[in-house]
């Protein structure tokens, strides 16, 4: 008896450790099209997308979809800025990027998600991010167009040297700004892969521990 009270108490601390890995949804401005339209964010043209987040907020992971016409010249480093107005803040460069691939539209463009993950930043309320300078496997060069892909969401976007354009297929994570639980504008939980695979490790154990038991 003893030792299946041990090993039930571990699965415990294992199953407990997975919530602080889930990821809040902090604004995600819907699924991804992948058949419209995108728009370049390398070769000098920038993109800026409205969002609002929950106050007392912090910002950890930005996740977009773009589009591109090489199936390994992928992804690697994007310039993103947060500010209060279209095109503000201070621009960091994001790297150590993970590039999902979702298919290939009518066009022969290759559809990725990227995800990122970087230093908290504070934020409450409305915002923007701002993206460009988006770099591949080949370098910074213009060689590979970037597109980001439009899905006509809820935000309100601008591209530098047109203006008014629809909105862009991205989300933002991080820790929702209300203690003790989510705020209002946080959506469900994102489990990331640490998260998982503990979840999946204690469901093996009490699956053990309970056919020993039943023995």
């Not at 370049?40 to 907020?57: A, K, L, M, R, Y």
């Not at 930043?121 to 460009?132: D, E, F, K, L, R």
């Not at 994102?190 to 521990?209: A, C, D, N, Q, Y």
């Amino acid at each position: 008896m003893r030792t299946i009270f041990l090993s039930l108490l571990t699965i415990l601390c294992l199953m407990l450790a997975v919530v602080p890995a889930i990821a809040d949804v902090e604004y995600s401005n819907g699924p991804y099209n992948g058949t419209t339209n995108a728009w370049t964010i390398n070769f000098g043209f920038v993109v800026s997308d409205s969002f609002t987040v929950g106050t007392g907020s912090s910002i950890e992971g930005f996740h977009l979809v773009y589009w591109d016409a090489s199936s390994s010249d992928l992804l690697t480093t994007l310039d993103m800025a947060i500010g209060s107005s279209s095109f503000g803040g201070s621009a960091q460069t994001l790297t150590g990027v993970t590039n999902t691939f979702l298919g290939t539209n009518q066009y022969g463009y290759n559809l990725y998600q990227a995800d990122y993950s970087f230093n908290d930043i504070p934020w409450s309320g409305a915002g923007y991010v701002t993206v460009g300078n988006a770099c591949t496997t080949s370098g910074c060069s213009v060689v590979n167009p970037i597109y980001w892909d439009e899905n006509s969401g809820p935000s309100t976007a601008y591209e530098n040297t047109l203006g008014s354009i629809p909105s862009e297929a991205f989300t933002l994570t991080g820790t929702c700004g209300v203690a003790g639980g989510n705020s209002p504008d946080c959506g469900p939980p994102v489990p990331e892969p640490s998260s998982i695979l503990l979840f999946g490790t204690g469901i093996l154990g009490l699956g053990g521990v309970l056919r020993r038991w039943r023995s």
